[in-house]
């Protein structure tokens, strides 16, 4: 068996059990790497390369990075900006998305931010609360709990909450709305700003250019059709391609194949212009990575 070489062998903060931890685990895998059984131990080795992961809870993982306990965490900026954490922000994941909003009972009497002057306000992230009331001008007697904040209202624990908001079905099942929004959030991979070894950074721009090379490949899709010659011309205008498109010529006399890669929302918005210039047969499909 391999062993890890602590000075060039990364190890990267996951959550654990929660919103982010498959779809950071489906990430990882889709840059290339295998783990044993990541469920069972809370230190997983990388089977393929020099990583280990570190499964904590959310709430941690700033901390970790920052002390250098674990060189990348993947972690929600909201975390993150609550910690006011000493890492550094390489790159937004663009899953785990949701914001931290400011919500009150329906029908109550707060409408509008002068009204929360002197209430009582429920919520896990009190730094941000703070400053944002601070920054308006407005006094308000914070309340932190570690969850449920959405009962607090009801509960007369506070006048108004602020929590994470993704589709805003949870404040709704509560008798709540979403009056204002504190602050916008996705996961980030974020790196430590403890020395690192040469080794280690070496691995950490791999790492990212392969998360780089996912997360365009995620975006984009391999599209082939057939189409006469004389569209050739037309069909390269209606393509926005990363280069010019690959034109093959078929067995059939004057019809060509057109292979190019293109957006996702491109595709769906000019399959009908393609349509519409001659193409016919058209293939649409995914790509594992891409490197430009
Ligand atoms: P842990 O046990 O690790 O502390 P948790 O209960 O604090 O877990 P989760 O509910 O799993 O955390 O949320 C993790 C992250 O998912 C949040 O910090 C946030 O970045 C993101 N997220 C996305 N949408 C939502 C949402 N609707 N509610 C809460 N978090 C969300
Ligand atoms: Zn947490």
Redesign the pocket.
């Known amino acids: 068996m391999r062993t890890l070489d602590s000075t060039t062998s990364l190890r990267i903060a996951v959550?654990?059990?929660?919103?982010?931890?498959d779809k950071t685990l489906k990430l990882l895998e889709g840059i290339g790497l295998k783990f044993d059984d990541y469920k069972r131990s809370l230190l997983v080795r990388c089977l393929n390369f020099d990583v280990e992961l570190l499964l904590?809870?959310?709430?941690d993982i700033p901390e970790y990075v920052q002390d250098g306990v674990c060189d990348l965490g993947f972690?929600?900026?909201?975390?993150v900006a609550e910690d006011q954490a000493d890492v550094t922000i390489l790159k937004g994941l663009e899953y785990?998305?949701?914001r931290l909003s400011v919500a009150v009972p329906k029908n109550g009497d707060i409408k509008k931010a002068e009204d929360f002057e002197g209430k009582k306000i429920a919520t896990?992230y009190p730094v941000l609360t703070r400053n944002f009331f601070e920054e308006k001008g407005i006094n308000v007697k914070i309340v932190t709990l570690s969850?449920s904040v959405e009962i607090a209202p009801r509960l007369e624990i506070a006048d108004a909450i602020t929590?994470?908001?993704?589709?805003g079905g949870?404040l709704k099942a509560n008798g709540l709305v979403e009056i204002d929004k504190i602050f916008d959030?996705?996961?980030q991979l974020v790196k430590t700003n403890k020395p690192l070894s040469d080794g280690k950074q070496a691995l950490i721009d791999k790492f990212l250019q392969r998360i780089e090379g996912y997360q365009r490949a995620e975006k984009s899709r391999y599209i082939m059709m057939n189409a006469p010659q004389e569209s050739v011309e037309k069909i390269k205008k209606i393509i926005p391609s990363l280069r010019s498109p690959t034109v093959m010529p078929l067995a059939d006399n004057g019809m060509v194949a057109i292979h190019t890669v293109i957006t996702i929302t491109a595709f769906w918005d000019l399959m009908e212009e393609l349509k519409a210039a001659g193409a016919t047969g058209i293939v649409m499909l995914p790509i594992e990575s891409m490197i430009v």
């Not at 904590?56 to 709430?59: G, K, S, T, V």
């Not at 972690?75 to 975390?79: E, F, P, Q, S, T």
């Not at 929590?163 to 589709?167: M, W």
């Open positions: 959550q654990k059990s929660g919103r982010l931890t904590i809870r959310d709430d972690v929600g900026a909201n975390v785990g998305v949701c896990s969850g929590d994470l908001v993704s589709t949870t959030s996705e996961t």
